[in-house]
């Protein structure tokens, strides 16, 4: 999965994965974080997703990366925001109020750009990634998040042989694999989604886990 591949999917509008509308787990388990308003939140690899106002208008400051300009550009369009466009080098910065968005590659991302960080939103993002370059995600994630913050990770869990990613399949031995060094693992709910996702079902699924994940840092 190379940047271009991103890429060429915005370019071309294949862009499934986007939801019109706040995800709905990160409307029912984020309150359980029990986050102060002033909390910095992390969306790594985040699109457009409506989920970065949602955080925002919670009173939380926002930081997102993501590849793809034209999706960020979108992001802003589609909500009518107007941001502030700054040189960042290795990044450009697209900010508005308390949301800001870097433009460019989260393996470029250093503990700087994250300072202050107090908890992360994962959707969509561990799962876009192939088996292979899902330890350099994680490995890259413990590098560059500081080591007090909480996460929420909502995963897809399905049997791989019968689809292939992106959406990959993330399991909980893997969440604990890449996690379990730094954070508790609960998992706080789980799905059946097959029915919800025929789009998937076309592509072969026959069963379908969506599983939402909270990772407390050890104390
Ligand atoms: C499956 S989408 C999920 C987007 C978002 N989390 C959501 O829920 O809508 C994955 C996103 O990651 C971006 N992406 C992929 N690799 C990236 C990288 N190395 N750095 C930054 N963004 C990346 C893609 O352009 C794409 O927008």
Known sequence: MTPEFWLDRWQHGETGWHLPEINVHLQ????????VPETLVFVPLCGKTLDLLWLA???????GVEISELGVQELFAE??????????PPFRTYAVDELRVLV??????????????????????????????RPAYAEHFKAI??????????????????????????????????????????RLASFDVIDESPGFRRRGLTALAEHVWRLEPHR
């Open 28 to 35: 029912e388990f984020w309150p359980g974080l029990g986050l």
């Open 145 to 186: 998040v500081p080591a007090t913050a909480k996460s929420l990770l909502i995963t897809l869990d399905y049997d791989q042989a019968e689809m292939s990613g992106p959406p990959f399949s993330v399991g909980r031995d893997e969440v604990q694999t890449h996690f379990g060094d730094r954070y508790s693992i609960e």
């Open 79 to 88: 909500n009518a925001l107007e941001p502030r466009v700054t040189e960042t």
């Open 104 to 133: 460019g590659d989260y393996f470029d991302l250093t503990p700087a750009q994250l300072e202050g960080v107090g908890a992360v939103f994962d959707r969509a993002s561990l799962i876009a990634l192939p088996p292979q370059m």
């Open 57 to 63: 208008s919670r009173g939380h400051g926002v930081v």
